[in-house]
């Protein structure tokens, strides 16, 4: 199976940072790699899919970079709804795996 | 627009058998695969398996292998998945989701139910 690594666990930030997440594979997936964000009592939201596209309705601050094995989720200026836990996903091979998730809270 | 309405909260003693359904709207429900991805409370995701609600085939992951069935009505437009055997680690808020994407993104998760959570207690 493939692991996937989140760092950090959590992430303590005020609104207008900018803020990085790091997704790192075990093993090469290529760009296939997803990102959501879910909230308290929610269904995780689909932010972004093969490692930098924009899934339609996504504000653009959210972007996301990388190949390979390692990964990055960035939120070029957090306002408040961004508040949540963050996942990445790999889906280059079954079983589909997460990472452990990022918590942005507020500083 | 895309629905995913999961079934009520389950109560279950160890050993029995639990079956959640999702009924699909907004989409033609034979195009895309139905995912169920779990959660249990205060931890991260874990992807449980798939259907194909065109074919039926169904694929897995190893570890709910033997225990997991995912069944779809497609005159309803609804999937099922059955999960037996639970001990307290099955206690976990189950969703389905769907992708409406084909190809590589098939695999991925753009719409969720609202979830349903499974307890296992005795």
């Known amino acids: 199976d493939i692991q996937m690594t989140q760092s950090p666990s959590t992430l303590s930030a005020s609104v207008g940072d900018r803020v990085t997440i790091t997704c790192r594979a075990s093993?090469?997936?290529?760009?296939?790699l997803a990102w959501y964000q879910q909230k308290p009592g929610k269904a995780p939201k689909f932010l972004i899919y093969?490692?930098?596209s924009l899934e339609s309705g996504v504000p653009s601050r959210f972007s996301g970079s990388g190949s390979g094995t390692e990964f990055t989720l960035t939120i070029s200026s957090l306002q408040p709804d961004d508040f949540a836990t963050y996942y990445c996903?790999?889906?280059?091979?079954?079983?589909?795996?997460f990472g452990g998730g990022t918590k942005v809270e507020i500083k | 627009q895309v629905q995913l309405v999961q079934s009520g909260a389950e109560v279950k003693k160890p050993g029995a058998s639990v079956k959640v359904s999702c009924k699909a709207s907004?989409?033609?429900?034979?195009?895309?695969?139905m995912h169920w991805v779990r959660q249990a409370p205060g931890q991260g995701l874990e992807w449980v398996g798939w259907?194909?609600?065109?074919?039926?085939?169904?694929t897995s992951a190893q570890k709910f292998q033997g225990r997991v069935t995912m069944t779809r009505d497609t005159s309803i437009s609804t999937g099922y998945m059955e999960l037996s055997r639970l001990t307290s680690d099955d206690t976990a808020v189950y969703y389905c989701?769907?992708?409406?994407?084909?190809?590589?993104?098939?695999?991925?998760?753009?719409?969720w139910g609202q979830g349903t959570l499974v307890t296992v207690s005795s």
């Open positions: 989701a769907t992708s409406l994407k084909r190809g590589d993104g098939c695999n991925l998760f753009g719409y």
């Open positions: 907004g989409y033609t429900f034979t195009d895309y695969y």
């Open positions: 259907i194909d609600p065109n074919s039926g085939a169904t």
């Open positions: 093993q090469s997936i290529s760009s296939w």
């Open positions: 093969k490692a930098s």
């Open positions: 996903q790999q889906y280059n091979s079954y079983p589909l795996t």
